[in-house]
């Protein structure tokens, strides 16, 4: 009797191996048989970045000969990344509402907020640099939980709740600031942040910082092709992973070597990079930035699959309001003063580089990496138009007319997919 038992396990064992042999074998044959994919929907989707990087390449081209190559000189370019770092660090907490499909119009207002914030503990009450950098974080990250309560838990849109929010932080700065429109400041922390002809990375972080992340990339690159690979799956084509690490390192060495040849790698930039390196990773290798994704495709459907949408909503108003006081603490570090007058033009700069950098309005697409090349696009116009002597209102035409061309092509990129199924 043992024998039969042991002959039926035996046979069954083997069936199972067999099933489980042939199923990954039909998945293989129907991986490999998968078309790939055409031109147009490569546009639409892994380069979507292409025309934005087309755009960014001809901006330059057009003032670097306009302005008899000052535009592409070492300090004009240190001074323009420098001055995207706020507009880059308040859209990367836009982004993240964004990717919900939910708008903030209060990041400008909580920005300056904070920065009135932290001026006050440090000026006027004598508080230390740091501990004034942290309030001031930690007061954004409540103004954000207090906006997502309303709108995540009471369903207010976010349209209403964050304008009012808007509208009542830029009162209540004015009421902290009393007689003062302007309060300097002179902490030394704060101020060597961006603030100093000091505030530039020691030339071993500036170079082996932007080097260490350069070669984490590569190895990443090369272990994720071969694990696809050994699984049986598509990969990409060995120039196709050649050319990417080869644009990788002229990108990444040549802007390194560039701010070396001038005073080195600023603080603020360093900061914008590796805040969007966390982001980065957060959004792509943890449950959290898949579940923003889920919910800004489909929020009904994110909750029936047992998402808490609610708390994905919560988490994401929060960090926004924090990384938007950040970007305060930077402004209030190059300024060297907090202000009751917000920057009129912050919160549209803000979202427009999250957008002209492919993230849509709609929510559900788009990746951290998209305010790089929106933030350096609406810098270089800015940049480039101060070098030619233009106005604020000629500055702000051109960017409105960016901005709208780049939320008609996000809208028309949507269409064609939904037509074709994707």
């Known amino acids: 009797m043992g024998d039969i038992i042991d002959k039926d396990q035996t046979s069954s064992s083997a069936q199972l191996a067999d099933q489980s042999a042939d199923s990954a074998a039909v998945e293989v044959a129907t991986a490999a048989a998968v078309p790939r994919p055409t031109i147009g929907q490569l546009l639409s989707t892994e380069l979507s970045f292409v025309p934005v990087l087309l755009t960014l390449v001809v901006i ?27 507009i880059g660090v308040v859209g990367l907490g836009v982004i993240l509402v964004l990717l919900l499909g939910e708008i903030d119009l209060s990041v400008a207002s909580v920005s300056t ?35 997502g309560i309303f709108i995540a838990v009471l369903r207010v849109p976010s349209f209403i709740v964050t304008l009012a929010a808007s509208i009542g932080y830029a009162g209540l700065l004015l009421y902290l600031l009393g007689f003062q429109s302007t309060l300097i400041v002179r902490d030394p922390l704060i101020v060597s942040i961006a603030g100093s002809a000091t505030s530039f990375l020691p030339d071993y972080l500036g170079i082996g910082l932007p080097t260490l992340a350069l070669l984490l990339y590569v190895g990443w690159l090369i272990i994720h092709r071969l694990r696809r ?18 644009i990788a390192v002229v990108l990444v060495e040549g802007a390194v070597t ?33 579940h923003i994704y889920a919910v800004g495709g489909n929020a009904e459907a994110a909750r029936r699959a047992g998402i808490n949408v609610v708390g994905i909503r919560l988490v994401a108003f929060t960090l926004c309001s924090m990384i938007a006081a950040l970007g305060g603490v930077l402004a209030a570090s190059r300024g060297l003063a907090v202000e009751s007058q917000i920057n009129p033009t912050l919160l549209l700069q803000a979202i427009a ?41 000629v500055k702000q035409m051109v960017e409105g007319v960016v901005l709208l061309a780049a939320v008609t092509i996000d809208a028309l990129v949507r269409r064609f997919q939904a037509r ?3």
């Open 60 to 86: 330059m081209i057009f003032f670097a000969v306009s302005t008899n190559g000052v535009f592409l000189e070492a300090r004009n370019l240190s001074n323009l990344v420098q001055q995207i770092a706020v």
């Open 113 to 147: 907020f904070c920065a009135v914030v932290m001026g006050i503990l440090t000026e006027r009450l004598g508080a230390p640099g740091g501990f004034a950098i942290i309030a001031a974080l930690l007061t954004g990250a409540l103004v954000g939980f207090i906006n």
């Open 229 to 246: 690979r050994r699984a049986g799956l598509r990969t990409v084509p060995i120039l196709q992973l050649v050319g990417q690490i080869a």
């Open 258 to 290: 560039l701010f070396e040849s001038y005073n080195g790698v600023p603080n603020s930039t360093a900061i914008l990079f590796g805040l969007i390196v966390l982001l980065w990773l957060v959004a792509t290798r943890t449950s959290f930035g898949r």
């Open 353 to 393: 580089a999250a957008v002209i950098g492919g993230v849509s309005l709609f929510g559900g697409r788009g990746t951290v990496w998209a305010i790089v090349l929106g933030a350096l696009i609406i810098g270089s116009l800015e940049n480039g138009l101060d070098l030619k002597s233009q106005g604020t209102d």
């Open 420 to 422: 074709s199924g994707r």
